[in-house]
């Protein structure tokens, strides 16, 4: 039976833009932020306070997964964070409404056509 | 210098977040470039300070793992106590809304009416053939002398209470009241007779209530207006009750039949103030034509009108 994820939609924008960066690969909190940097063409710049309040969250709500620190990483603090089936689903249900609000909002801002008489 | 005030910072935030992600944060912090930037994250830092220890109180402590524990024997133990402990925010909220509270209470007792209820206590001697019901509501006086007691109890025996008892009481006091004045050897009480005063037919008072609320005036009352005020005067119900008005060496002698009597000593005009106390007087109303009709009895902050019965 699959879980009801909707009542966490919508998604604040951090939360989105944090989902949407580890949907390609499991990446660092530093590596989040420019991520995110990159994914936003520099529009939205994610401070350490709001990512770091964001991945507790989204830990807490298995949506994320910590996976620890990696030998081979030139930064021995830094630890990964990947996104679970869980939090995939979520995003994936957040797209879609989101998705919803572009094909609505195109519609509505369609040039009205004048009738004809 | 950046780097330690953002360490800093990022110490005093909650222990779980701090042991989680502090590292971290120095980490993000170590690999920006730029005064600026620096100056940015520890901008960030306090605000996340702040978000940390206002909204996120739901993460300072590690949640229990279960309720269910493990226990010596392979048997399940469980927590009796519940782990739960409230948000600090909820805790601030409690404290403002208990102050809101108490101020909202201290502020309608500072500006409420005090409403003096007054509950009498009752002694009756034993009479058990009498009839006579004294009313729950009626004032305690101060202790009685054992010596005018029996006129009390006079009242009781025959029955009192109705105009035929009250005159042959008080001519029972008057004439006591004629037998002690033509003496007049001691003052008893503050109320005293002199050379001049019996000659004049005047009574001095001493200021025996000189801790009244007022300041007290020595009042010189004739023995005709002293004698004018005795009587038999009768409250209202739903406090009915009786009182016996009468005059003892040279002064008033009020008393609830069955109950207490006290003495009284004149204040200022028809005001009388009770000699074992010190707010409590008894005041007569006269007529235009100078005739006592009435007195009004205030006692622990609550008034009675009495009307006159007899004289």
């Known amino acids: 039976m699959r879980e009801d994820l909707n009542s966490f939609l919508p998604l604040s924008s951090a939360t989105l833009h944090i989902l949407l960066s580890l949907a390609g690969d499991d990446l660092h909190g530093y590596g989040i932020m420019q991520e995110v940097l990159r994914q936003s063409q520099g529009q939205y710049k994610l401070g350490p306070g709001t990512l770091y309040d964001n991945l507790q969250k989204l830990i807490e709500r298995r949506f994320l997964q910590e996976l620890g620190q990696r030998a081979e990483d030139i930064d021995p603090r830094r630890r990964y964070y990947r996104l679970t089936s869980r939090g995939r689903r979520v995003l994936t249900a957040e797209l879609a409404r989101l998705e919803g609000v572009v094909r609505e909002g195109k519609l509505r801002l369609q040039p009205v056509r004048p009738r004809r008489a | 210098m950046l780097r330690l005030f953002y360490r800093w910072i990022l110490r005093f935030h909650p222990t ?5 992600f502090a590292e971290e944060m120095l980490s ?8 600026a930037a620096a100056a940015k994250l520890v901008a960030d830092a306090f605000i996340s300070l702040v978000r940390q220890w206002t909204m996120r109180s739901e993460y300072w402590e590690e949640k229990a793992t279960g309720s269910v ?11 009796t106590l519940e782990s739960f402990k409230p948000r600090k925010s909820a805790l601030i909220e409690g404290a403002v809304l208990t102050w809101i509270v108490y101020s909202a209470l201290f502020l309608a007792i500072r500006h409420s009416k005090i409403h003096s209820v007054y509950v009498p206590s009752i002694s009756f001697d034993s009479a058990p053939s009498s009839d006579v019901q004294f009313p729950k509501s009626a004032p305690k006086l101060p202790s009685t002398e054992p010596s005018v007691r029996p006129s009390a109890e006079a009242i009781m025996k025959s029955r009192a209470n109705s105009p035929e008892a009250d005159h042959q009481l008080l001519k029972r006091r008057r004439s006591s009241e004629a037998n002690s004045s033509a003496k007049v050897s001691e003052p008893q009480g503050e109320a005293r007779l002199t050379a001049s005063d019996r000659r004049h037919g005047t009574i001095t008072t001493t200021p025996l209530v000189q801790s009244l609320s007022q300041p007290f005036v020595p009042t010189r009352i004739s023995t005709a207006t002293l004698f004018s005020y005795v009587g038999v005067y009768s409250t209202d119900a739903p406090n009915k009750f009786t009182m016996l008005i009468t005059a003892e060496d040279g002064q008033l002698v009020v008393e609830i ?17 009770f000699t074992e106390t010190q707010n409590d007087w008894i005041e007569f109303m006269k007529k235009e034509n100078g005739a006592v009709y009435g007195l009004r009895f205030h006692r622990n902050g609550s008034e009675f009108t009495g009307h006159r019965k007899t004289n």
């Open chain 2, 69 to 79: 524990i493990a226990s010596a024997g392979g048997l399940p133990g469980f927590y």
């Open chain 2, 257 to 273: 039949p069955g109950k207490q009597r006290s003495m009284l000593v004149p204040v200022y005009g028809t005001k009388f103030a």
């Open chain 2, 16 to 20: 779980r977040f701090r042991e989680r």
């Open chain 2, 28 to 35: 993000v912090f170590d690999h920006i470039e730029g005064r």
